[in-house]
T-cell receptor, first 113, second 116 residues
Framework: QKEVEQDPGPLSVPEGAIVSLNCTYSNSAFQYFMWYRQYSRKGPELLMYTYSSGNKEDGRFTAQVDKSSKYISLFIRDSQPSDSATYLCAMSINSNSGYALNFGKGTSLLVTP | DSGVTQTPKHLITATGQRVTLRCSPRSGDLSVYWYQQSLDQGLQFLIQYYNGEERAKGNILERFSAQQFPDLHSELNLSSLELGDSALYFC???????????????FGAGTRLSVL
């Protein structure tokens, strides 16, 4: 069983919809939770990160972490065609010098005009 | 632009050959990470260097090696290449002096390796 599970989709929504992306994990030592966006054949771009539990909002994006359920979510409000990409969740333990990220396989999102 | 630079963008080579991938981290970042992305496996951690020293190893094959130089750039060497090594290889870097410690990684644009 992989440490991080993510539904690969694809997920297709109309423009303006609210998108919900989710990951589950098994390692309770994870403390940092990230969401990356990856356009086709490009490098992962950091969208948001959360330390430990709670919510974080940045513009149209909201990240939630529920450590009791080992479940994280990313919500995209008022989705735009430019949001069409693969969304990767990633997580790691806390280490000052940094630590390997464990990634989900990514969810492919298509926002149609 | 993440500030992490990877060269070359694309490499085409034959089985049995050896290639070197290069990464320049963001200015001041001491940690460099290498990841492999294939269609079936997703992003897999290979190896981490911190200020010139190997810090952690993941699923890195013995045919693969890496190093980090005094100017903090890093190279990933892949030898005796096989068809299955065809993938995207990403470098990432992080800054231990930031408020989040070294936990937040920024990725380069990647090197696409095609082994024919």
């Amino acid at each position: 069983q992989k440490e991080v599970e993510q539904d690969p989709g694809p997920l297709s929504v109309p423009e303006g919809a609210i998108v919900s992306l989710n990951c589950t994990y098994s390692n309770s030592a994870f403390q940092y939770f990230m969401w990356y966006r990856q356009y086709s054949r490009k490098g992962p771009e950091l969208l948001m990160y959360t330390y430990s539990s709670g919510n974080k909002e940045d513009g149209r994006f909201t990240a939630q972490v529920d450590k009791s359920s080992k479940y994280i979510s990313l919500f995209i409000r008022d989705s735009q065609p430019s949001d069409s990409a693969t969304y990767l969740c990633a997580m790691s333990i806390n280490s000052n010098s940094g630590y390997a990220l464990n990634f989900g396989k990514g969810t492919s999102l298509l926002v149609t005009p | 632009d993440s500030g992490v630079t990877q060269t070359p963008k694309h490499l085409i080579t034959a089985t049995g050959q050896r290639v070197t991938l290069r990464c320049s981290p963001r200015s001041g970042d001491l940690s460099v990470y290498w990841y492999q992305q294939s269609l079936d496996q997703g992003l897999q951690f290979l190896i981490q260097y911190y200020n010139g020293e190997e810090r952690a190893k993941g699923n890195i094959l013995e045919r693969f090696s890496a190093q980090q130089f005094p100017d903090l750039h890093s190279e990933l060497n892949l030898s005796s290449l096989e068809l299955g090594d065809s993938a995207l290889y990403f470098c990432a870097s992080s800054d231990p002096s930031s408020t989040s410690g070294g936990n937040i990684q920024y990725f380069g644009a990647g090197t696409r390796l095609s082994v024919l």
